[in-house]
């Protein structure tokens, strides 16, 4: 793990100058510390603001460059987006990320830096990621995969820099919960950010809600299903659900597992 760290380093250095696209996650802010401790103000992050992304996290981005002095710069996902999540087809990934990494890359050429990076790791590859594609494509590069660092080592690596993030859950786009297909609103984007946002703040770990239509199943993780099932709770959530647009609300027996919906 040392050698791949040290290795990461070697490879950012050689960039010189990076745009970092920073969503605030585990790996995208392991790599902006490194590369901001290495390259200085050569560094840029680049956050899009989207209602895909609940509002709580792109206040911690702002909070993170702040803290570090990183400069920042956010931009307007939604436009950009819009016509995508409309019609929500399965490569809709991969026509988001390309959408999202070419404004990416005219922010990066309009503050005169050479390249862009992205927080893919090793884990990633196991799973169907079509926006990989995109970044192939665009010549975006992506410096976990380069020196083959996997999750548990990057939270280990991010323990180690005393980040704060190295032990927050996995968090993906909000679009990930729709059925490919079923059009992506405003309406049904709240209805999952605050689906999600209310079992968070009752202390659960792990959340996805997947949207059906109306009905919302819920993903945790197994050993926290005796909580989720207390009758007091039980009450709460489904209150709660029903009142931001869900008909019905579901426990998926499976528990949380990463791209669920790609079956």
Known sequence: MQDKYDNLKK??????????AFSGGVDSTFLLKVAHELLGDKIIAVTANSKAFPQRELEETKNFCRAEGIRQIIFDANKITAEIFNQNPKNRCYLCKKALFKKILSIADENNISYVVEGSNMDDKSDYRP???????LNIKSPLQHVKLYKKEIRALSQNLNLKTWDKPSFACLASRFVYGEKISDEKLAMVANAEQFLIDKGFNQVRVRIHGNIARIEILPDEFDKILEKNLRGEIEKNFKAYGFDYVTLDLQGYRVGSMNL
């Not at 926006?131 to 494509?137: D, F, K, R, T, V």
């Open 11 to 20: 490879y950012l250095a050689e960039l010189k100058s990076v745009a970092v």
């Open 131 to 137: 926006g990989l594609q995109a970044i192939l494509e």
